[in-house]
């Protein structure tokens, strides 16, 4: 049964069109994370939320957004999609930050028109 | 920097061969080492971990070994099957960020197992 469940799994966008992508989880978990993974290149992490604190990497271009409104759901908002924003998103969960293992969900693909 | 890395980008192996993927890693203070699996389409699957204050631990079919000396980790997978073809990553647990959550993922491996 899947617990890190991302909605759509395909999404298609314009250049510059706004763009939501969603994540639930049904594992409770406190942290919820966003990676952006290119083809043929690991996942890098965007931002994460542990409960409502949001944690951003520095790297992060402010083009990317998250909301967390409740434990189970966090969202990835783009607000002007660039053709270089293609990529694969990836949602993962853990229940506390530290060392312990991130369950990922099956990802959304975002193509960019 | 931080860096996590894979020796070998490929790795073909025939089906009931012993598999051994490598990586290294370049942050002596790290202290959480993790590996995934990823097919084609999917999110990372996770494999098994490993803490600083271990060298070896086995799962099922699975061994991860850490050697801090020379900041080497490996996965080994006893009597590779079909369904292990995949990406493996290996990621380490950053550290100096906000929380100390940051995974840190290393290039990949692509294994191919054939009947």
């Known amino acids: 049964d899947a617990m890190v469940i991302q909605n759509p799994r395909y999404q298609v966008t314009q250049f510059g069109k706004p763009v939501t992508l969603s994540c639930s989880q049904t594992l409770n978990h406190n942290v919820m994370y966003w990676y952006q993974q290119k083809s043929s290149q690991a996942p890098k992490l965007l931002f994460h939320y542990y409960d409502k604190d949001f944690n951003n990497e520095a790297d992060t271009p402010d083009n990317f957004q998250s909301r967390r409104p409740n434990t189970s759901f966090c969202f990835l908002d783009i607000r002007s999609p660039g053709l270089g924003d293609a990529a694969m998103y990836l949602c993962a969960t853990s229940r506390d930050p530290g060392n312990q293992p991130q369950h990922f969900g099956d990802g959304t693909r975002l193509s960019i028109l | 920097g931080e860096s996590v890395g894979l020796h070998l980008p490929t790795l073909s192996v025939q089906e009931g061969d012993n598999s051994i993927i490598n990586c290294a890693y370049s942050?002596?203070?790290?202290?959480?080492f993790i590996w995934y699996k990823q097919e084609s389409g999917k999110g990372p699957q996770f494999i098994i971990d490993i803490r600083s204050n271990m060298d070896k631990r086995q799962g099922q079919r699975v061994t991860v070994l850490l050697n801090k000396t020379v900041k080497h980790l490996s996965l080994q997978i006893a009597a590779t099957q079909p369904g292990d073809s995949a990406v493996y990553f290996c990621?380490?647990?950053?550290?100096?960020?906000?929380?100390?959550?940051?995974?840190?993922f290393g290039k990949g491996t692509t294994l191919s197992v054939s009947s």
């Open positions: 990621a380490e647990r950053g550290m100096g960020n906000q929380a100390g959550t940051a995974l840190i």
């Open positions: 942050n002596s203070a790290s202290d959480y």
